[in-house]
């Protein structure tokens, strides 16, 4: 008895350092293919004949591909495993998207099976060496708090993009609910043609506000992706203003997203 419990816990160390090495190859892959996308794939592409729009779904493009196979690298190496259930009901004209933000790789789940969205994200990025050049040559969208990015953001949607955001603005504490802001709701108002929510877990937590790359939990993580049932905006913006409208939709959205993702 104490030889195999010896054993186990031989494997259970191995398997644990080699997730750890394996979770700091993705970090360093992750910025390596930034940087190769910026200095070649993405000017190579816009050297390429088209117009504005053209060239712009070709630079999406790319970063979905990069990011579908960053997802790859990170699932047969170990360091995770995945189930992503009705990914083909995202991607349509006008749809946004909304998500829960548990940790720092949902993004990449959702940008790598969705291949031509926008994105609002987080206004470091763009000053960050790695992400500077995908997110401008992409034309995502910073999540600067002004009102010139909402109108921006349903503008997106008004041409026809599909437009993936966080309601939280960040990343959910671990072991807290979801906290909404009202910004979403008020974009979608203002422009979607549909809202698709998408509940995402991740378990054991990793990732999250408060945990650094290194702090791996002790078994293999599972992140769940699931597609709900669309929203039609114009329910909630028919018979009031938009002020009052986009609070009922937000709560509205925060309800849904507790119930779903209640253990």
């Known amino acids: 008895m104490d030889l195999a419990t010896h054993s186990v816990s031989r494997a259970n160390s191995a398997n644990y350092l080699w997730r750890l090495l394996a979770t700091g190859a993705s970090f360093v892959l992750f910025g390596f293919g930034g940087l190769v996308l ?10 390429l004949p088209g117009d504005a729009i053209t060239r712009l779904r070709r630079a999406r493009n790319a970063i979905s591909k990069a990011f579908y196979l960053h ?5 047969r190496s170990g360091v995770l495993e995945y189930e992503f ?5 995202l991607g349509s004209p006008g749809q946004m998207i909304i998500a829960n933000h548990p940790s720092l790789i949902d993004v990449v ?8 969205a926008n994105c609002i994200v987080k206004q470091s990025l763009w000053r960050n060496p790695f992400t500077r050049g995908p997110v401008q040559r992409a034309q995502y969208i910073s999540n600067n708090g002004s009102p010139e990015m909402l109108e921006q ?10 437009l993936i955001v966080f309601p939280e603005g960040t990343r959910t504490a671990p072991n ?6 009202r910004g979403a709701a008020a974009i979608a108002l203002r422009g979607a043609r549909v809202i698709t929510p998408v509940f ?7 990732l999250t506000k408060a945990e650094p790359w290194y702090r791996i939990p002790e078994r293999r ?14 329910t909630f913006n028919a018979s009031a203003p938009l002020p009052i409208a986009s609070r009922r939709l937000n709560a509205h959205l925060h309800q849904l997203f507790l119930r779903e993702l209640s253990p």
Do not use: K, N, S
């Not at 997802?71 to 699932?75: D, E």
């Not at 993580?221 to 114009?234: C, F």
């Open 71 to 75: 997802v790859q690298f990170m699932y």
């Open 176 to 181: 807290q609910a979801p906290v909404f802001h």
């Open 221 to 234: 993580v599972r992140v769940t992706l699931r597609v709900g049932q669309d929203i039609a905006p114009e």
């Open 153 to 162: 953001a349903a503008d997106a949607l008004r041409e026809g993009q599909t």
């Open 85 to 89: 259930l009705g990914a083909e009901r």
């Open 38 to 47: 910026r200095l070649i794939v993405l000017p190579l592409l816009g050297l």
């Open 200 to 206: 995402i877990t991740v378990r054991p937590t990793t």
């Open 109 to 116: 789940f959702l940008i790598a099976h969705i291949r031509h």
